[in-house]
């Protein structure tokens, strides 16, 4: 796949990615970052630019966590606005998704 599609797909669904993982469970931002590297290899740097956006919009909120090693970690939740928009998100992807795969599939 050429680079740049494949930067584009991820962004497209990074939001969606960060949303499902809190909806699982709150969590900080290293955290998040590690998972999306390992899953879709995103880097690090284009999380907590989306944190603080995400933060901004009212769709998570924050939470400081004593750490046994160093300061204390800022851990991120859905807010309620966060939760319907995950939700919202999901549904759409799920249709977007399905339909996308229906003309590949027929492509063959």
């Not at 949303?19 to 290293?30: E, G, I, K, T």
Request: net charge neutral; proline share 5%.
């Amino acid at each position: 796949m050429p680079e740049a599609i494949e930067i584009q797909l991820k962004k497209g669904a990074l939001e969606l990615c960060v949303l499902a993982l809190l909806h699982r469970q709150d969590n900080y931002a290293y955290e998040i970052a590690a998972r999306l590297a390992d899953a879709i290899g995103m880097g690090e740097g284009t999380i907590y630019p989306l944190m603080r956006r995400l933060q901004t919009d009212g769709l998570v909120e924050t939470y400081l966590v004593e750490s046994p090693a160093g300061p204390p970690r800022k851990y991120y939740k859905l807010s309620e606005a966060g939760k319907r928009s995950f939700i919202s998100q999901q549904a759409a992807w799920s249709s977007f998704s399905g339909a996308v795969e229906d003309i590949l599939g027929g492509a063959k």
